[in-house]
């Protein structure tokens, strides 16, 4: 995710940023070790149950939000088949979900904020109730054996416009367009899920709405069928993904398409703007194949089928990272580093997704870095020199300095110093250890984490593996510590 405009308390080292305040420096390109497999999700690990079937969890155990994602379930794939009727702002939805119980379960629970009609485990009717408005708490008629595979098919409708769930209303849409885009939540809002990056699952999504409108959401567009006035248009994403990068967005979008280096892209741009923005949005949207491409220069191959971007006119005020799409508010001539910055999120908060959410400068942080990188490459000042200005301009005693970055808190896990801290770090590792051991930590952590999740303490681990240095002194100093970098050798200053 990526807020836009920032505010203004976060102008000097921001400006620098934005205005690419960046002697350019090659980037060695070495090939990291081969990968390993990736991470274990949090959700899919088995545990023996001596005492019989028992109730999953209410939340995954992320103490930033306690109920987010379920104990005792893994999904493995979502069909979502929803409808949206824009007159009344109504949301129907069926969706299908085949899960694996990773213990015997008597109950198990679903992230949903919309009113439930019907479930059915395995087809046959189960019992349910709304014990906290974020939670569906589902009864199979059967106990569910630990390991084994069923189906969960939740019917819902309600008006997604009028909720709110930890300080949030995400519901983006107007009379003509809706955008479902959000960060740290969004699936809850439009479908039942196992809402946590570290439970990915494939997403399969159909939506049915006016056949003037044209939808666009993750992955590969498999088909659109026109029924009388409507049209129901389906999506699907061969690759897992968290759930709150499931996306879909309905509207007059005037859309493009094609391939490059090997990958398909699809771009999208709203109708409701100025031909002019229009004209700006979609050269922009465009960029996002031969961005994907540079980005997999560096980073080794692309961890997704296709690419590409939709600019929505409903101003949400951020650009954020949609698997395969992101979606973009409508952005200025100058804006290629937002989309540089989205793109990067697709290997480094897409493919290896956060553990829990006190990781996300890794995301941030890295996708604030490659920003720094593409004007590094592309004629402009160099990142190391951007990170000696930012370090200079913002004093000690600053209150940018004053966040631990690697356990920012609930309430600041979008605070500037996560973003910007967070390149300062990357960049002042990239010195600390040298550029080729840098280009390999990078290949080598989204290489072994493609598919699934990293944490603070699995990254300085391999940071010091690829070196061979004990890095303990300078993770401290720049994630762990609230307060300013001696400027060292040791620290990459």
Request: proline content about 7%; hydrophobic content about 45%.
């Given at each position: 995710?990526?807020?836009?405009?920032?505010?203004?308390?976060?102008?000097?080292?921001?400006?620098?940023?934005?205005?690419?305040?960046?002697?350019?420096?090659?980037?060695?390109l070495?090939?990291?070790?081969?990968?390993?497999a990736?991470?274990?999700?949090r959700?899919?690990?088995?545990?023996?149950?001596?005492?019989g079937?028992?109730?999953?969890?209410?939340?995954?155990?992320?103490?930033?939000?306690?109920?987010?994602?379920?104990?005792?379930?893994?999904?493995?794939?979502?069909?979502?088949?929803?409808?949206?009727?824009?007159?009344?702002?109504?949301?129907?939805?069926?969706?299908?979900l085949?899960?694996?119980?990773?213990?015997?379960?008597?109950?198990?629970?679903?992230?949903?904020?919309?009113?439930?009609?019907?479930?059915?485990?395995?087809?046959?009717?189960?019992?349910?109730?709304?014990?906290?408005?974020?939670?569906?708490?589902?009864?199979?008629?059967?106990?569910?054996?630990?390991?084994?595979?069923?189906?969960?098919?939740?019917?819902?409708?309600?008006?997604?416009?009028?909720?709110?769930?930890?300080?949030?209303r995400?519901?983006?849409?107007?009379?003509r367009?809706?955008?479902?885009?959000?960060q740290?939540?969004?699936?809850p809002?439009?479908?039942?899920?196992?809402?946590?990056?570290?439970?990915?699952?494939?997403?399969?999504?159909?939506?049915?709405?006016?056949?003037?409108?044209?939808?666009?959401?993750?992955?590969?567009?498999?088909?659109?069928?026109?029924?009388?006035?409507?049209?129901?248009?389906?999506?699907?994403?061969?690759?897992?993904?968290?759930?709150y990068?499931?996306?879909?967005?309905?509207?007059?979008?005037?859309?493009?398409?094609?391939?490059?280096?090997?990958?398909?892209?699809?771009?999208?741009?709203?109708?409701?703007?100025?031909?002019?923005?229009?004209?700006?949005?979609?050269?922009?949207?465009?960029?996002?194949?031969?961005?994907?491409?540079?980005?997999?220069?560096?980073?080794g191959?692309?961890?997704?089928?296709?690419?590409?971007?939709?600019?929505?006119?409903?101003?949400?005020?951020?650009?954020?990272?949609?698997?395969?799409?992101?979606?973009?508010?409508?952005?200025?001539?100058?804006?290629?580093?937002?989309?540089?910055?989205?793109?990067?999120?697709?290997?480094?908060?897409?493919?290896?997704?956060?553990d829990?959410?006190?990781?996300?400068?890794?995301?941030?942080?890295?996708?604030?870095?490659?920003?720094?990188?593409?004007?590094?490459?592309?004629?402009?000042?160099?990142?190391?020199?951007?990170?000696?200005?930012?370090?200079?301009?913002?004093?000690?005693?600053s209150?940018?300095?004053?966040?631990?970055?690697d356990?920012?808190?609930?309430?600041?896990?979008?605070?500037?110093?996560?973003?910007?801290r967070?390149?300062?770090?990357?960049?002042?590792?990239?010195?600390?250890?040298?550029?080729?051991?840098f280009?390999?930590?990078?290949?080598?952590?989204?290489?072994?984490?493609?598919?699934?999740?990293?944490?603070?303490?699995q990254?300085?681990?391999?940071a010091?593996?690829?070196?061979g240095?004990?890095?303990?002194?300078?993770?401290?100093?720049?994630?762990?510590?609230?307060?300013?970098?001696?400027?060292?050798?040791?620290?990459?200053?």
């Amino acid at each position: 995710m990526l807020r836009l405009p920032r505010s203004a308390r976060r102008a000097p080292v921001l400006a620098m940023l934005r205005a690419g305040l960046l002697a350019a420096l090659p980037l060695a390109l070495l090939a990291g070790p081969a990968p390993a497999a990736p991470s274990t999700d949090r959700s899919t690990a088995p545990s023996a149950d001596r005492a019989g079937p028992v109730a999953g969890s209410s939340g995954i155990g992320d103490p930033y939000f306690p109920l987010d994602g379920n104990g005792g379930i893994d999904v493995r794939r979502y069909r979502i088949h929803v409808g949206y009727d824009f007159d009344t702002g109504r949301l129907t939805g069926r969706a299908v979900l085949t899960v694996r119980a990773t213990r015997a379960l008597a109950r198990f629970n679903l992230d949903l904020l919309l009113p439930v009609e019907e479930v059915r485990v395995d087809g046959r009717p189960a019992s349910f109730r709304k014990p906290r408005r974020h939670e569906l708490q589902v009864s199979p008629a059967r106990p569910i054996a630990a390991g084994s595979r069923f189906t969960v098919t939740v019917r819902y409708a309600g008006r997604p416009a009028g909720i709110a769930y930890a300080g949030e209303r995400n519901w983006l849409a107007d009379e003509r367009e809706v955008v479902t885009m959000n960060q740290p939540h969004m699936a809850p809002w439009w479908f039942p899920a196992n809402d946590h990056p570290s439970d990915k699952a494939q997403v399969d999504v159909s939506v049915t709405v006016p056949r003037a409108r044209r939808v666009v959401a993750n992955g590969e567009l498999v088909g659109r069928r026109v029924h009388g006035a409507l049209a129901t248009t389906r999506w699907r994403s061969r690759e897992p993904m968290a759930p709150y990068l499931a996306f879909f967005a309905a509207g007059p979008f005037q859309v493009d398409s094609g391939r490059t280096a090997g990958v398909s892209w699809y771009a999208a741009v709203s109708r409701q703007l100025p031909a002019r923005q229009r004209t700006r949005s979609m050269r922009l949207m465009r960029r996002s194949a031969p961005i994907t491409a540079w980005a997999a220069s560096i980073l080794g191959e692309y961890p997704f089928s296709s690419t590409g971007g939709l600019t929505t006119a409903l101003q949400p005020g951020f650009a954020l990272e949609n698997q395969t799409r992101p979606t973009y508010p409508v952005l200025g001539a100058d804006a290629v580093p937002t989309v540089v910055h989205e793109i990067a999120h697709q290997w480094f908060g897409n493919s290896v997704a956060v553990d829990a959410w006190r990781d996300i400068w890794l995301n941030e942080g890295a996708a604030t870095f490659f920003e720094l990188l593409w004007a590094e490459t592309h004629g402009g000042p160099s990142a190391a020199q951007w990170l000696s200005s930012a370090y200079d301009v913002e004093p000690a005693e600053s209150t940018f300095w004053r966040l631990r970055i690697d356990d920012p808190g609930a309430a600041r896990i979008f605070d500037e110093a996560v973003y910007l801290r967070g390149a300062m770090t990357f960049q002042a590792l990239r010195t600390r250890i040298g550029a080729a051991d840098f280009a390999t930590l990078l290949r080598t952590w989204v290489a072994r984490g493609a598919g699934g999740t990293g944490s603070t303490a699995q990254f300085t681990a391999l940071a010091e593996q690829v070196s061979g240095e004990d890095l303990d002194g300078f993770f401290d100093a720049w994630v762990r510590t609230p307060a300013r970098p001696a400027r060292t050798a040791a620290n990459g200053l």
